[in-house]
């Protein structure tokens, strides 16, 4: 088994998104979510670390643990691949006039796959079109 750290991890843990190469794992720390393909962790990270980069200035924060909240990277997170969801969704809705609604990931590797297929690689995705649903993301409060 491969044992990757999956790096949308927070995006699975109340399964609000899921991810088919997502398998749980118990580490010392305790639950934990792990990828099953070396390339999509690698994808995955590569995708996270460019919304970093661009998301991470829109809230004034920057790429450290102790000085930015968690719901920063949350929003960068959940925000980050809904947008991307929905900039791949819009080449189907062109087709048929219909702007697409999404509010959930069902498949974070599948998404990858076809943002990699319509930009040809992870680098070449828009990703300053991606800031808005990171900044507009609402992280919903516990009950």
Not at 45 to 74: H, I, N, W
Not at 81 to 90: F, S
Not at 107 to 133: C, G
Request: charged share 25%; aromatic share 6%; net charge negative.
């Amino acid at each position: 088994m491969i044992d990757c750290k999956c790096c949308f991890a927070i995006t699975l843990i109340k399964e609000e998104f899921a991810c088919e190469q997502a398998q749980l794992v118990t580490r010392r720390a305790g639950p934990d979510t792990a990828c099953a393909s070396e390339q999509g962790s690698q994808r995955c990270q590569q995708l996270y670390d460019q919304l970093k980069l661009v998301g991470l200035p829109a809230f004034d924060a920057e790429d450290d643990l102790l000085k930015t909240p968690a719901s920063v990277f949350s929003k960068i997170q959940f925000g980050g691949l809904l947008g991307l969801a929905k900039i791949v969704a819009e080449d189907v809705s062109k087709e048929s006039n219909r702007q697409p609604m999404i509010e959930r990931v069902e498949n974070i590797y599948q998404l990858l796959e076809q943002a990699v297929s319509r930009y040809e690689s992870v680098s070449n995705i828009p990703y300053p079109e991606l800031v808005d649903s990171m900044t507009a993301f609402k992280i919903k409060r516990k009950r």
